[in-house]
């Protein structure tokens, strides 16, 4: 089987290695993957955002499969493209990936539906939107409705700083046209959760949860990144949670998009926050999360590409989806800087001995040559008997990579340890 996976960062090498066990598959290319990626599969330079060049590919490189992995060319329809010009995907159709394309729409819908959420308002009107942060609880949260890169959220601690961040948003553009129109809802406290799920439209089957780290400096300190490490599973998901998350929110959410008329077939995120009134939906994205997907995957002991299969063709069962006892700690080498300005350019080495362990994120060849081209580097990622045995395993490898202006934070794991 020849499978196209569209996308470049650390999740898309997550997916590429694990399908790469598959016996079936004969050739994997990228679109547009990156230098580390080219280790395992052919990169061929298409944006992921390139709807009809990647369509044109497919159809002329006879692909058989395709999994469509960033949320912009889901939520732009790539799939629907895709499959009709008769090339299965993984991932949802453009009707179902508005779960994650407009939070206004998610928001309405969980009150629609009774799904527990925290209390917000949509505001498509500037002066609507300063006038309710002057009366709303504070601290608040304001969300951009369209894609931001996961940067579209600030929590606004005081007034002023809900004013201006809705001035950011609607009035400066900061976000473009995704800040046309804003959510602005309650503040919620509590641990927070990720779970990735396979659902068919019908069937959910959750993957084992993990916490993700988004703060750029140790303690949760600094401003918001697109995740600086990850653990799995996290301690806070106990088997009571997990059995009141599915009855209230997973099987509850395929089953409201369904009867929408947008079933959702993929791979259906869910963030979660863990309050005292019990487990509360954050915001739902449309595809596999990153780096939550790097300490996922390596856990997984099933083969991703016939679950993938399944999920396309709906015949997903639970059954299908065998999970390892272990535990997982992926940490995120950034370049100095991030996320803000930083340096690139930089040669990377690798040690042999980790090459298999590690998720080349943004990073291209240059002469032959490994070297920084992002924010986001690359991640590595340790699996041991133990949570403590993975963190210390993770930082030992995140230490024998090297870069000029590496840069990580050394706490990743310290709340999971401390929750234990």
Known sequence: MKIMVVGGGGREHAIIKKIRQNPKVTEI?????????????????IKATDID????????????????????????????KLGSEGIPCFGPNSRAAIIEGSKAFSKDLMRMYGIPTARYENFDNIDNALSYVETCPIPTVVKADGLALGKGVIIAKTRDEAREAVREMMEDKKFGKSGDKIVIEEFLEGPEVSVLSFTDGKVVVPMISSMDHKRAGDGDTGLNTGGMGTVAPNPYYTPEVAERCMNEIFLPTVKAMSDEGRTF?????FGLMLTADGPKVIEYNCRFGDPETQVVLPLLESDLLEIMMAVTEERLEPEMV???????????????????????GYEITIPDDIRDKT???GA?????????SGGRVLGVTAVADSLEEAVKESYRMIEAVEFKNKYYRTDIGARALAAK
């Open 359 to 361: 998720y080349i994120a």
């Open 29 to 45: 290319v990228a679109l547009p993957g990156n230098g580390g990626i080219a280790e395992d599969a052919v990169c061929v330079d």
């Open 265 to 269: 077939k993929g791979c259906l995120y």
């Open 53 to 80: 060049a990647i369509v044109q590919y497919a159809i002329s490189n006879a692909v058989d499969y395709a999994i469509v992995a960033p949320d912009d060319p889901l939520v732009m329809g790539l799939v629907d």
């Open 364 to 372: 291209k060849l240059d002469e032959g040559k490994l070297v920084t």
């Open 322 to 344: 065998k999970w390892s006892e272990k535990s997982a700690c992926c940490v995120i080498g950034a370049s100095e800087g991030y996320p803000l300005s930083y340096e690139k």
